[in-house]
């Protein structure tokens, strides 16, 4: 259903550019409609990598059709310079990414090595004996809880159930089911 959207959707746009185009080509102006290209008109690639060969081998195709065509190469030159600074800024992209790759498995690493480090003169602090919680609690470690967690009082008392399945088979029940009397 999607899809037969897109589709019709597709369709109705490219209609309204012919359209368009084709009152204008006559001279008649529909409404104040952008010069824009149709659809199709999207067939670069779009990975970066992908898209700087596509790039290098179109201009080197379309230089050479210029000069077949015996069309001034100074025309070319906002292509020629845009695909210079492309073919500068993409490298050096490149180059950063690799960079704060490398540079985070180096603090990774360096992370890993000193929780390594940090573990054991942790665990000594913990157990020697003139450390209090405050000191604990200074250096930013676990204070331990000595008193512990009194269990409530239950206000259920577990019922049982026995079902006899099979001969000399039992199978209990438990649940929580009714309450306790005071």
Known sequence: ???QTVRVTRAIGRLVWLIAHVMRMIGHAMWPLPECPPMAERRFPRPDADFAAYM????????KFWQVQGFSES???PLKDALGAWSAAFPAHVAAQNAAEAARQTKDAARRTLEAAARPVTSFIQGFPKTTDADRAT???TVRDVSGTPTPIPTTRPQTLVQSG???THTLRLSAATRSKP
């Open 166 to 168: 099979q001969r000399l």
């Open 1 to 3: 259903m999607a899809c």
């Open 139 to 141: 250096i930013g470690i």
């Open 75 to 77: 025309e070319l030159k």
């Open 56 to 63: 290098n081998n179109y201009y080197a195709a379309v230089e």
